[in-house]
């Protein structure tokens, strides 16, 4: 039987995910690949964010595909595999939330789908701060225990010595595993396509008997909020998410000002927007904390509230 590749793309909130994915798909790679986006709010921003970017999209929305979403997950992999015109490599960009291992288990449900490597996404300038949080470590060691190669991200914002000072530190996690540095999504894309099971260390091959052996993957209660903005510009955005407090661990949206649309990102404490052009911005945002927050005298005061398990 011939089986279609699917690759897990995993890594933290704000690890540069949805960047690697818009790489993949605007290069002349000639693959057909098929793009499963999850993301944890009501509304998909990321699968927003890549739609103009070719090939075919499916979003799934409203939780991490490992637990609350998970049947949706099943369901979809099953209907792409039974379209009469297979992709040649399904891509699923997890959310920042996701046990990958839990994901990869789908595959030794359905013989024709196999299980390449998983990369993951490490953003260099946030994670050690983020894996010594109560809050968040447990789901980033299971996405670092899962990966069979890493891409690091981010090393632009720390420079030459601050890079090589956190390969150092990285380093006990890596146990014989590749490791490549990734700078706006570029990457070598034979990482994802000629890389196979076989390449994989004994200790990192993937373990047939993953489906058995999950347990029930139960992290830490967040809460998102969603809504639509008007035309508003970034610094304000910034400046409401800043009265926020230390609770909100990612925010992000397509948004319009008077100089067109835009991609905002928060993630780390850190704020980025990009412009674009080829986006039909929706005004879509959406806002993830560590719990409950009072929005009543922010922008984001109409916003409907969702828990993620």
Same mark, same amino acid.
């Given at each position: 039987?011939?089986?279609?590749?699917?690759?897990?793309?995993?890594?933290?909130?704000?690890?540069?995910?949805?960047?690697? /994915?818009?790489?993949?798909?605007?290069?002349?790679?000639?693959?057909? !690949?098929?793009?499963?986006?999850?993301?944890?709010?009501?509304?998909?921003?990321?699968?927003?964010?890549?739609?103009?970017?070719?090939?075919?999209?499916?979003?799934? &929305?409203?939780?991490?595909?490992?637990? #609350?979403?998970? =049947?949706?997950?099943?369901?979809? /992999?099953?209907?792409?595999?039974?379209?009469?015109?297979?992709?040649?490599?399904?891509?699923?960009? &997890?959310?920042?939330?996701?046990?990958?291992?839990?994901?990869?288990?789908?595959?030794?449900?359905?013989?024709?789908?196999?299980?390449?490597?998983?990369?993951?996404?490490? =953003?260099?300038? $946030?994670?050690?701060?983020?894996?010594?949080?109560?809050?968040?470590?447990?789901?980033?060691?299971?996405?670092?225990?899962? $990966?069979?190669?890493?891409?690091?991200?981010?090393?632009?914002?720390?420079?030459?010595? &601050?890079?090589?000072?956190?390969?150092?530190?990285?380093?006990?996690?890596?146990?014989?595993?590749?490791?490549?540095?990734?700078?706006? *999504?570029? +990457?070598? %894309?034979?990482?994802?396509?000629?890389?196979?099971?076989?390449?994989?260390?004994?200790?990192? &091959?993937?373990?047939? #008997?993953?489906?058995?052996?999950?347990?029930?993957?139960?992290?830490?209660?967040?809460?998102?909020?969603? *809504?639509? %903005?008007?035309?508003?510009?970034?610094? #304000?955005?910034?400046?409401? !998410?800043?009265?926020?407090?230390?609770?909100?661990?990612? $925010?992000? *949206? +397509?948004? #319009?000002?008077?100089?067109?649309?835009?991609?905002?990102?928060?993630?780390?404490?850190?704020?980025?927007?990009?412009?674009?052009?080829?986006?039909?911005?929706?005004?879509?945002?959406?806002?993830?904390?560590?719990?409950?927050?009072?929005?009543?005298?922010?922008?984001?005061?109409?916003?409907?509230?969702?828990?993620?398990?």
């Amino acid at each position: 039987m011939q089986q279609t590749p699917l690759t897990i793309l995993t890594g933290f909130l704000g690890s540069g995910k949805t960047t690697l /994915l818009r790489h993949i798909l605007t290069q002349n790679h000639g693959v057909k !690949i098929t793009t499963i986006v999850n993301d944890f709010g009501v509304l998909n921003i990321d699968e927003e964010i890549i739609s103009s970017q070719g090939g075919t999209q499916i979003a799934l &929305a409203n939780g991490c595909v490992c637990c #609350t979403i998970g =049947d949706d997950l099943g369901r979809t /992999l099953h209907d792409v595999m039974s379209r009469t015109l297979l992709p040649e490599r399904i891509i699923i960009e &997890a959310s920042g939330i996701s046990d990958p291992a839990r994901i990869a288990a789908f595959t030794y449900v359905d013989r024709s789908l196999k299980l390449a490597p998983i990369l993951c996404c490490v =953003d260099s300038s $946030a994670y050690l701060k983020q894996s010594n949080d109560i809050h968040l470590a447990d789901t980033m060691e299971k996405q670092v225990r899962a $990966a069979d190669i890493f891409l690091l991200t981010k090393g632009d914002l720390l420079g030459d010595d &601050a890079s090589k000072q956190f390969e150092t530190a990285f380093a006990p996690n890596l146990n014989d595993r590749p490791f490549y540095w990734s700078v706006q *999504g570029q +990457v070598d %894309l034979s990482l994802l396509f000629e890389t196979d099971n076989n390449q994989l260390t004994p200790e990192h &091959a993937h373990d047939p #008997t993953l489906l058995e052996t999950a347990q029930p993957y139960l992290h830490t209660k967040l809460v998102s909020y969603s *809504g639509h %903005l008007p035309p508003i510009n970034a610094q #304000t955005v910034k400046d409401n !998410i800043a009265t926020l407090g230390p609770y909100v661990l990612r $925010a992000k *949206g +397509v948004l #319009t000002d008077d100089d067109g649309a835009y991609i905002y990102q928060y993630a780390s404490g850190r704020s980025d927007v990009e412009r674009s052009n080829s986006l039909d911005p929706s005004n879509h945002f959406v806002i993830l904390c560590s719990r409950e927050v009072d929005l009543t005298e922010t922008i984001f005061a109409h916003f409907s509230e969702k828990s993620v398990i």
